[in-house]
């Protein structure tokens, strides 16, 4: 694999299940991020890891909650959604000086595109 | 926050020709990029470039981080061109520490 991956590429869940997003990094990056993209709204960003540290957390509701486990993996767990958090989710990377900020080249991948019913 | 305004939002053009998007911003940037989405949502990378003019055939960017703009140049428009064209940006110390994206441009090109 190379790139970034993520894992399923489509996702169709009920409002109370259980489901978990899964993002992995093969460029050596030390930073990773949640952005969403809903059809009404622009890109926006949700979580972000640095060296494994949460540094951002945009206001998201708690029924999505972000793991880091690694420099190379990121989660993102879906418990009781809405039908309007159905969305692409985006995970993308980068390689950062510590002490975080994203000023390097980011790059995603292929996205989740899920669906609550 | 920063904002980051795109233009414009809609370009219909026949093919072999050429295009220009524009994206403005309300603040100095320390990291500005371009990504063209695919049909798919896949983001592709076009451009990493916080200053200056780069090329990579086709297409070209440049952006003027004194007059907070970024110019996306297309010339010899393909059917392949097609989608929307984003740019984003990032700021230390602007309150988020991730990017800030533009609404994007959708462009289709016409056979």
């Known amino acids: 694999e190379t790139g970034v991956t993520q894992t399923p590429r489509h996702l169709v869940m009920g409002m109370t299940n259980k489901k978990s997003l899964k993002c992995e990094q093969h460029?050596?990056?030390?930073?990773m991020y949640w952005y969403k993209q809903s059809a009404k709204k622009p890109l926006e960003l949700m979580f972000v890891?640095?060296?494994?540290?949460?540094?951002e957390n945009n206001s998201v509701p708690s029924r999505f909650s972000p793991e880091c486990p690694n420099s190379s993996h990121l989660f993102l767990h879906l418990h009781t959604l809405q039908p309007e958090d159905s969305a692409l989710y985006l995970c993308?990377?980068?390689?950062?000086?510590?002490?975080?900020?994203?000023?390097?080249?980011?790059?995603f991948g292929p996205g989740t595109r899920l669906t609550v019913l | 926050g920063i904002q980051v305004e795109q233009s414009p939002p809609d370009l219909i053009l026949q093919e072999g020709a050429n295009s220009t998007l524009r994206c403005n911003f309300s603040?100095?940037?320390?990291?500005l990029q371009w990504f063209h989405q695919n049909p798919w949502g896949q983001l592709i990378n076009l451009f990493y470039?916080?200053?200056g003019t780069k090329q990579n055939g086709r297409l070209s960017a440049t952006t003027v981080a004194t007059e907070r703009y970024s110019l996306l140049y297309i010339s010899s428009s393909q059917t392949t061109d097609s989608g929307v064209y984003f740019c984003?940006?990032?700021?230390?110390?602007?309150?988020?520490?991730?990017?800030?994206f533009g609404k994007g441009t959708h462009l289709i090109i016409q056979p």
């Open positions: 993308a990377s980068s390689q950062e000086a510590l002490g975080g900020g994203a000023t390097r080249e980011q790059f």
């Open positions: 460029l050596g990056h030390n930073a």
């Open positions: 890891y640095n060296f494994k540290e949460q540094t």
């Open positions: 603040d100095s940037v320390n990291n």
């Open positions: 470039i916080p200053s």
């Open positions: 984003a940006v990032f700021k230390s110390g602007g309150g988020a520490d991730g990017l800030t």
